[in-house]
C-alpha cells in the first residue's frame, strides 16, 4: 500500500514529508523524483547558516516508515482572504459582523 502511495506521489510530482527509519530523521519538502526497483530518489533543500543547498538522496523503499503531505494552509492573522468579483453572491464569504 505505502509503494503505491510513494509511486502516486512521485507521478503527481507533489511535495511531501518523509521519515527515514534507519536515520530517525524527517526529510520535510521534498519532491520524489524517480522510483526505480526498490531505490526511492529524492530532492529536496536545507537552509542552514544563510546557505541553501540542495540535495538528492537515493533511499531504499524498505526505509521509508513515514510520508505526508499537506493539503492546504489558511493564514490565522487578522487579514481578510481575497474572495474575487466572479465570485456568485451565494458563494462570497461576509463578513462577521459583532453582535451589539
Not at 1 to 27: S, T
Request: negative net charge; contains cysteine; hydrophobic residues 35%.
Amino acid at each position: 500500500m505505502l509503494h503505491r502511495k510513494i509511486f502516486q506521489m512521485c507521478e503527481d510530482g507533489r511535495e511531501v514529508c518523509i521519515f527515514l527509519r534507519d536515520q530517525q530523521r524527517w526529510i520535510e519538502r521534498a519532491r520524489i523524483t524517480d522510483i526505480e526497483g526498490d531505490l526511492v530518489t529524492i530532492r529536496y533543500e536545507t537552509d542552514e547558516d544563510d546557505e541553501v543547498s540542495a540535495w538528492e538522496e537515493m533511499v531504499r523503499l524498505e526505509s521509508i516508515a513515514s510520508i505526508s503531505q499537506k493539503l492546504a494552509s489558511v493564514y490565522r492573522g487578522n487579514a481578510e482572504p481575497l474572495v474575487s468579483d466572479e465570485c456568485h453572491e451565494l458563494e462570497q464569504i461576509r463578513p462577521i459582523k459583532p453582535e451589539e
